[in-house]
């Protein structure tokens, strides 16, 4: 019953503690030195014949010291999730000026040239690269001819007439007749490293913002 009444009147305090302060919560180790505090008083002023029940006034304080264990751990997980975000993107600021894959099929025009990237998911032996304007009409086609499963590269000549323009490819590939997955891949560069959320995010030179994972290959 007595430590029942040391429960009753933490929970009046917090109470009041809220409507006082307009609080809805308290940290772990302002709840522990609220109960230690009451416990200590209660004790002071217990009755001899009925005294407080020792194995319940210790599983009460083994509690609070679990939950103030748990909260002391999460303060110390942030902390290092945040210095390794911070290691991680010093170091990739060594990337900057390096070539990238990541997923899209978008031309890169560099140099009178175009290049992008695929990926296949097993091997063909007919791959086929498509060089598109940007409604989507064929202006010339890359036979590639047989390829194993992985990552393939590619390279275009860009004639004079269409330099400059938006240039997509498509990428198709067979064996033995049957279709075969691919995943087209856009060569770009790095232009600056910053921090996106939780992770660490790459500026490109086309204008675009993504995550570390998202890459798929450097150069």
Aim: proline share 1%.
């Amino acid at each position: 019953m007595a430590v029942d009444t040391v429960n009753n009147s933490s929970k009046t305090s917090g109470a009041n503690s809220t409507a006082t302060n307009g609080l809805t919560s308290t940290s772990a180790s302002e709840q522990s030195d609220r109960f230690l505090k009451l416990l200590v008083t209660q004790m002071q002023n217990q009755d001899p014949l009925n005294p407080l029940d020792n194995a319940q006034v210790t599983s009460q304080m083994a509690q609070i010291s679990t939950v103030t264990g748990i909260e002391q751990l999460n303060g110390t997980v942030a902390g290092l999730n945040s210095q390794f975000l911070q290691i991680q993107t010093m170091q990739g600021a060594a990337l900057v000026g390096h070539d990238v894959a990541i997923e899209g099929n978008t031309l890169r025009q560099k140099g009178g040239k175009g290049d992008g990237g695929f990926e296949l998911s097993s091997a063909a032996d007919s791959v086929k690269v498509e060089i598109q304007s940007a409604d989507g009409t064929t202006i010339d086609t890359i036979d590639l001819g047989a390829q194993d499963a992985g990552k393939h590269d590619f390279s275009w000549n860009i004639p004079s007439s269409r330099a400059g323009d938006a240039l997509t490819f498509k990428v198709t590939a067979t064996a033995k007749g049957q279709a075969v997955d691919t995943l087209s891949l856009q060569n770009q560069t790095i232009q600056a490293v910053s921090n996106l959320g939780s992770t660490m995010a790459l500026d490109l030179d086309n204008g675009q913002r993504v995550a570390y994972d998202a890459i798929w290959a450097y150069y």
